[in-house]
């Protein structure tokens, strides 16, 4: 059943996920956790400092299907200044057309200040573009290396430019991950713990937030291709490629680290941490 849905034609085996299973796993995961919310009312508490200048020139880097993107572009447009622009990048032409269909009915002028680029994750170097500031929304935790992709960004930001970052802290998803080491042949898991290491050892100057979320996995008490494709985005591995057994033990895991609420449903607490680089004296 799950072979029919997660195609593996661009991936070489490789446990990677698929363009489609990745796209649908992102929206499961933001439909059961309150990442999303959670993060855009923290943008929104603190949009004065963030959009602080004359004009904002945004970068997104992960835009997806615009889910989140789509929010955030609306506190941007609450600000005093009229004067932004927003780029947002993304690996997935299907999910920037879905993210094209949800601004589809914003009007003219709006859409006129809004950009989408299909390419690899890094910033848009062609034009040597700057930035007011650069996102980059639960997008660090599953590359091998995200200190080049950090330094890039920063090289890109304007003098008082910012770097947003928000990511899981090491406790919850990272440690769950880590418990499956001997199941999971893709380990890689970028927490805001070792990203702020990283940050110390470059002298790049940051502050940190943290935000305590909720992720309702109750849809995990019994297994189902939805349940198969959530866990794969978790984990940023295609669950699919391993025999039944093993896939049952991760479900399990899941569940065990989960608390009941007084509705019944399972709760995954885990906590994010909102990272603001600046790029003040920082130096390439």
């Given at each position: 059943m799950a072979a029919?849905?997660?195609?593996?034609?661009?991936?070489?085996?490789?446990?990677s996920l698929s363009e489609t299973a990745y796209s649908y796993g992102y929206d499961l995961r933001l439909k059961y956790s309150t990442f999303m919310q959670d993060s855009l009312d923290w943008v929104a508490k603190n949009a004065a400092s963030?959009?602080?200048?004359?004009?904002t020139r945004v970068l997104s880097l992960g835009c997806g299907n615009g889910l989140f993107d789509r929010e955030f572009i609306k506190i941007i447009e609450q600000q005093k200044n009229t004067n932004w622009s927003y780029t947002g990048i993304?690996?997935?032409?299907?999910?920037?057309?879905q993210f094209r269909q949800k601004i589809a009915s914003l009007d003219g002028e709006t859409q006129a200040k809004i950009f989408l680029?299909?390419?690899?994750?890094?910033p848009c170097t062609e034009q040597g573009m700057h930035y007011d500031l650069i996102t980059m929304i639960h997008f660090l935790h599953s590359f091998d290396a995200v200190l080049p992709i950090?330094?890039?960004?920063?090289?890109?930001?304007?003098?008082?430019g910012k770097l947003l970052i928000i990511q899981q802290k090491k406790q919850g998803m990272s440690e769950l991950k880590a418990s499956l080491?001997?199941?999971?042949?893709?380990?890689k898991f970028q927490s805001s713990d070792r990203i702020k290491t990283l940050l110390h050892s470059e002298g790049i100057r940051f502050s940190a937030h943290k935000l305590d979320t909720r992720f309702d996995i109750s849809i995990m008490q019994k297994m189902s291709l939805d349940t198969l494709l959530l866990m794969s985005f978790c984990l940023s591995n295609d669950l699919?490629?391993?025999?039944?057994?093993?896939?049952?033990?991760?479900r399990q895991t899941f569940l065990s680290y989960s608390q009941p609420a007084n509705d019944g449903s399972l709760i995954f607490h885990e906590q994010m941490e909102v990272i603001i680089c600046s790029a003040v004296n920082y130096s390439a």
């Open positions: 029919a849905i997660i195609d593996h034609s661009n991936v070489i085996h490789d446990y963030l959009f602080a200048g004359q004009s993304d690996f997935s032409a299907t999910d920037l057309d680029e299909c390419k690899k994750f890094t950090i330094q890039n960004a920063m090289r890109h930001l304007l003098p008082a080491n001997g199941l999971l042949p893709n380990r699919s490629l391993l025999n039944t057994q093993q896939q049952e033990k991760i």
